[in-house]
């Protein structure tokens, strides 16, 4: 049989009749933005049918696909379309087939329910003449060529551990729709922790350069640490201030703790949050030492390099965040199809790990939170038990909840100008007012969405402090917590903030107070339930801040970053603005 990718015939197709399987015969047309079709005899029963796989294979008398949905168009030679036929007994279909030469459209359908949730659709288009169906593939593969920013080339780390330990067969299920897509894929199976952050930080920028992105199958936790491995010695920035600078400004040129990234102490911290040591995987890509000398630059905010994760995780919060669903199928399609949304980074440097040490700046990027007190103690917590997979966190939590922990320490913070005078004042805890501490404010709260305007909005990625006022919080917490991100999960449905943006510029700095155990089982009540107010009580306060420092008067502390335990006595943060961009599009409003 001949071969159709062989000088195939330049002609420029608009409409023609075809047999679509499972449907009938229907005349396809191209519009200005994607494929139509309808039933040449309409008489037909419109009732979907599934394939085997769940995949979506016929549709209503009358369908339109845009293009921006249509990830493959692939050839797949001569063979049996087959018409609608009545079910006449379970798995047997009278009907008629016939033998023609066949291409398949591959699409994406949103589920009717929750938008979020994409699933793929695959039409089989069938007609006797060679030419007409090589014309349509190289017409419809023209216009996919030209939409910008699909992915060609990716880097993919797979975490075999992750989650349930299921990271590699829940890549080993989405394969497949890149392979479709024509992305080719260099697959890298983790064997330690620190394994991909190793890799990527010696990778030479012209190596790296070779790819559209790196993709990582596992949870928040092995995402920081590819996103830290780019990003420690890639991304150059002054530092935020020092907790004893914040509140005494510099006068003149200079800015706040100029650093130069590449000479910042790198610690070897297990960025894995699922299970450590990592099995043994099947590839091993020994790390190479760093070169300091590379001549291509790869800065950051990058336009075109995204990266992308396939949730596998315990809780994957930043795929729920920016996709809207925890599915690892409709996150391969938002990266086979090249979506991208950009996401706001947390700086997060470590000045002090106890109170009488004194060493170099560490710096943690976090793409969600950080977090103190309680969350550090549970992360610390869970630690002991992690042979109990991601229930470990459900005990953890529940343990250092029952001791209720208060810290002793100060926290300064960047006033935002519509902040000023909407923070709560201070209540003498041993006063309980009307109300038992709680202040019933309904707000009105608008999610980030897809298309946000406030994401958005233009930004050049950078942060700067000079010249801002900050404001101090002084006092015994059991918790400070700074969402870069709503951090939605099974868990929190609405997440810790629910009005934070992907990216926008801020951190949302969330301080709870000392206050009485019942009222905090309360905050932790509202955290839980979909529409809860958890901000709403006198002892947390909220602010909407660019950067915040805090210092301990305790000997040491323990912060939760991105699901990863880092000792910070004292510590600075700053958000960097849409740095990095993602393989998604946002929740679906």
Known sequence: MDNPHQNPPCTDVSSSIFSLDHVGEVVLTRTSNGLSWKLVDSSNNDEDKLSCLGLKLVSDNEMEVSFADIYAVNFIGWGLVHEYGLT???????????????????????????????????????????????AWVNQINGYLNVLAKRPKNLLVFVHPKSGKGHGCRIWEAVAPIFFQAKVRTKVIVTERAGHARDVLASMANRDLSLYDGVIAVGGDGFFNEILNGLLLSRHKAPYPPAPEDSMHPVEGESEFSIHNVERTMLEPCDYNQDESPLLTGSEHVAPQPTNREQHQEFPFPNEMFRFGIIPAGSTDAIVICT?????????????????????????????????????????RYAASFAGYGFYGDVITESEKYRWMGPKRY?????????????YEAEVNYV????????????????????????LPRKRGRESCHADCAVCNSKSDGSTNLKGLKWSKSKGRFLSVGAAVISCRNEKAPDGLVADAHLSDGFLHLILVKDCPHP????????????????????????????AFTFKSSGKEGVWNVDGEPFLAHKLSAQVFRGLVSLFATGPEA
């Not at 809207?324 to 199809?337: C, E, F, N, Q, Y």
């Not at 706001?344 to 470590?350: N, P, S």
């Not at 839980?528 to 660019?546: I, M, Q, S, Y």
Request: glycine share 6%; with cysteine; proline share 5%.
């Open 88 to 134: 006449i007994a379970e798995g047997s279909t009278f009907g008629h087939s016939s033998e023609m030469y066949r291409f398949t459209v591959h699409a994406i359908h949103k589920s009717s329910t929750k938008r979020s949730l994409w699933t793929p659709s695959v039409y089989t288009f069938g007609n006797k003449d060679l030419e007409i169906c090589t």
């Open 323 to 363: 996709t809207g669903a925890r599915d690892p199928v409709t996150s391969a399609l938002h990266i086979v199809l090249g979506k991208r949304v950009r996401l706001d980074i947390a700086q997060v440097v470590r000045w002090k790990e106890t109170h009488a040490s004194n060493e170099e700046p560490c710096i």
């Open 394 to 406: 459900d005990y953890a939590g529940t343990k250092v909840f029952l001791q209720h922990k208060s």
């Open 415 to 438: 006033e935002v100008e519509s902040e000023k005078g909407s923070s709560i004042p201070e209540t003498d805890p041993q006063v309980i007012s009307t109300g038992i501490w709680c």
């Open 519 to 546: 009222l905090y089982l309360l905050h932790l009540i509202q955290l839980a339930r979909r529409g809860g107010n958890p901000l709403d009580f006198k002892f947390v306060e909220h602010h909407k801040t660019p």
